[in-house]
């Protein structure tokens, strides 16, 4: 059962890993080791539920054969990819040998960060396996609808589409969560209970190790590890992980976009497969969750709004179209599945032009949905937000960032403030329930890109106490 479970997680991911090798193949210093290690796991998870979908459209149900077929043709693939002629080789096991040079290159300030990173991380996962083991099938969401959908996938064979029925709530939502947990199940041969804590676990410490190892690779370890800790220190984020619902495998994918999005436009190694393998990861965004699709929208709008901002507008259908690359084929699997739904989005269906335009210029909803959110930003992240208004006051700006890198970060989350803004204005729903219930949630999705943005922006603590040459980039 552990041999099938490990065998579906390493065969993708060796897969995408190799993948993103070949848009990728220069690295920028040893932290990038464990960040493109991170994107090619979340991706992994995300192109392995898609070919899991594929095979319940082709066969009914996935079987052993099936599963020993994809296995084989993942590794297949790795292979290939491998093989082909890169600038800098880029092994797997070149890269783990790499990352004991984290800790031997670190100062004395880095290394202390590192012990207490790693005590807490410890901490944080053993506080996140507690909760799933007290409750394994989650908390509200997760019971409605993915591990629901899950089991239904699992469970029902050639009747698969029947957990799309009306009855299920939101059976319109995509099937990342709830294929990737099915799929590992036709893996090990049962619905076992323990899958959807393993994958909300995986998810919640990938994203605080890619949060940690995206500010490292652009500020330094000492950086990377303060990121790491203000979000390890956010209780909402790492319970909502817990709670085994998609808003933490959410935030991955809108990290992993934002982060390859600003090493392809820091200018350092930029390779145009980049923004191909940023398509791929924001349209796996759309894969786990409607606000997704929002994202993927977003993330075009932004692109073409920095190229428009920084005098780069002949790149602009350039750049989109590498985007689209990436975008299309996981975009034709959406609507693949979308297309033969019997039912709707709940917050649209019903609803008319008449209805729409009155809420939108309703002001007093404009007033409960902004002070909706000031109050669930403070309470989601009061100690980093002290934190960090703390860190701008005393340590400012910092010059050596390229501007467009920061513009592009601060250009996503306000684009997807405003599109979670505009869905409260026309939203059917009472709108200080829908406020009270799920705001929150909505900033969970946007939280780790906050704090990314806000190393980005920060000068150097460590520049005015460490002789300078002894803090590394990572």
Same mark, same amino acid.
């Given at each position: 059962?552990?041999?099938?479970?490990?065998?579906?997680?390493?065969?993708?991911?060796?897969?995408?890993?190799?993948?993103?090798?070949? +848009?990728?193949?220069?690295?920028?210093?040893?932290?990038?080791?464990?960040?493109?290690?991170?994107?090619?796991?979340?991706?992994?998870?995300?192109?392995?539920?898609?070919?899991?979908?594929?095979?319940? !459209? =082709?066969?009914? /149900?996935?079987?052993?054969?099936?599963?020993? +077929?994809?296995?084989?043709?993942?590794?297949?693939?790795?292979?290939?990819?491998?093989?082909?002629?890169?600038?800098?080789?880029?092994?797997?096991?070149?890269?783990?040998?790499?990352?004991?040079?984290? @800790?031997?290159?670190?100062?004395?300030?880095?290394?202390?960060?590192? &012990?207490?990173?790693?005590?807490?991380?410890?901490?944080?996962?053993?506080?996140?396996? =507690?909760?799933?083991?007290?409750?394994?099938?989650?908390?509200?969401?997760? =019971?409605?609808?993915?591990?629901?959908?899950?089991?239904?996938?699992?469970?029902?064979?050639?009747?698969?589409?029947?957990?799309?029925?009306?009855?299920?709530?939101?059976?319109? %939502?995509?099937?990342?969560?709830?294929?990737?947990?099915?799929?590992?199940?036709? %893996?090990?041969?049962?619905?076992?209970?323990?899958?959807?804590?393993?994958?909300?676990?995986?998810?919640?410490?990938?994203?605080?190790?890619?949060?940690?190892?995206?500010?490292?690779?652009?500020?330094?370890?000492?950086?990377?590890?303060?990121?790491?800790?203000?979000?390890?220190?956010?209780?909402?984020?790492?319970?909502?992980?817990?709670?085994?619902?998609?808003?933490?495998?959410?935030?991955?994918?809108?990290?992993?976009?934002?982060?390859?999005?600003?090493?392809?436009?820091?200018?350092?190694?930029?390779?145009?497969?980049?923004?191909?393998?940023?398509?791929?990861?924001?349209?796996?965004?759309?894969?786990? /969750?409607?606000?997704?699709?929002?994202?993927?929208?977003?993330?075009?709008?932004?692109?073409?709004?920095?190229?428009?901002?920084?005098?780069?507008?002949?790149?602009?259908?350039?750049?989109?179209?590498?985007?689209?690359?990436?975008?299309?084929?996981?975009?034709? *699997?959406?609507?693949?599945?979308? %297309?033969?739904?019997?039912?709707?989005?709940?917050?649209?269906?019903?609803? @008319?032009?008449? @209805?729409?335009?009155?809420?939108?210029?309703? +002001?007093?909803?404009?007033?409960? =949905?902004?002070?909706?959110?000031?109050?669930?930003?403070?309470?989601?992240?009061?100690?980093?937000?002290?934190?960090?208004?703390?860190?701008?006051?005393?340590?400012?700006?910092?010059?050596?960032?390229?501007?467009?890198?920061?513009?592009?970060?601060?250009?996503?989350?306000?684009?997807?403030?405003?599109?979670? +803004?505009?869905?409260?204005?026309? @939203?059917?729903?009472? *709108?200080?329930?829908? !406020?009270?219930?799920?705001?929150?949630?909505?900033?969970?999705?946007?939280?780790?890109?906050?704090?990314? &943005?806000?190393?980005? %922006? *920060?000068?150097?603590?460590?520049?005015?106490?460490?002789?300078?040459?002894?803090?590394?980039?990572?």
């Amino acid at each position: 059962m552990i041999f099938w479970l490990i065998v579906s997680v390493i065969a993708p991911w060796f897969a995408s890993h190799q993948m993103i090798a070949c +848009f990728h193949a220069k690295r920028g210093g040893k932290a990038s080791v464990v960040l493109w290690s991170l994107v090619a796991l979340g991706l992994s998870i995300s192109l392995s539920s898609c070919t899991y979908f594929l095979g319940l !459209l =082709i066969l009914g /149900k996935p079987t052993l054969t099936y599963c020993v +077929f994809e296995t084989l043709a993942f590794i297949v693939v790795g292979i290939a990819c491998y093989l082909v002629p890169k600038n800098e080789k880029s092994s797997l096991a070149i890269s783990l040998l790499r990352l004991p040079e984290l @800790t031997r290159s670190a100062n004395n300030y880095a290394k202390y960060l590192l &012990g207490v990173f790693a005590i807490s991380l410890i901490l944080g996962l053993l506080g996140v396996m =507690i909760f799933t083991a007290n409750e394994p099938n989650g908390q509200y969401d997760a =019971i409605a609808i993915w591990s629901l959908r899950a089991r239904s996938l699992f469970r029902l064979e050639s009747e698969w589409r029947n957990a799309f029925l009306p009855d299920f709530w939101h059976s319109d %939502y995509p099937l990342l969560i709830s294929g990737s947990i099915a799929r590992y199940w036709s %893996y090990i041969g049962s619905d076992a209970i323990w899958i959807p804590p393993f994958v909300a676990v995986v998810f919640t410490i990938a994203t605080v190790g890619l949060l940690t190892a995206g500010v490292s690779r652009f500020r330094g370890l000492s950086q990377g590890l303060l990121g790491g800790l203000l979000l390890l220190g956010t209780y909402k984020f790492m319970r909502n992980g817990a709670m085994l619902n998609a808003d933490v495998p959410l935030s991955f994918y809108i990290l992993a976009t934002i982060v390859i999005i600003s090493v392809y436009d820091s200018g350092r190694w930029t390779a145009p497969g980049l923004l191909v393998l940023a398509g791929v990861s924001a349209a796996s965004a759309a894969w786990t /969750k409607n606000e997704g699709m929002l994202f993927l929208v977003t993330v075009l709008a932004s692109r073409t709004l920095v190229c428009w901002i920084n005098h780069r507008r002949r790149k602009i259908l350039r750049e989109i179209g590498l985007c689209l690359v990436g975008v299309v084929p996981l975009l034709i *699997l959406i609507l693949s599945f979308r %297309y033969p739904s019997p039912t709707g989005n709940d917050l649209f269906v019903g609803q @008319t032009w008449g @209805t729409i335009k009155s809420r939108l210029f309703d +002001f007093s909803r404009v007033g409960l =949905i902004v002070y909706g959110f000031v109050e669930h930003l403070w309470y989601l992240g009061t100690m980093s937000l002290v934190v960090a208004a703390l860190a701008v006051t005393f340590l400012g700006y910092s010059p050596s960032r390229a501007p467009h890198t920061i513009a592009g970060v601060v250009s996503v989350v306000l684009l997807m403030i405003a599109g979670y +803004f505009l869905v409260y204005l026309v @939203t059917p729903w009472d *709108l200080a329930f829908h !406020l009270f219930h799920s705001t929150d949630r909505l900033l969970i999705h946007l939280w780790p890109s906050m704090l990314f &943005g806000l190393f980005l %922006y *920060l000068g150097d603590p460590v520049a005015a106490t460490v002789p300078q040459g002894q803090e590394t980039n990572g």
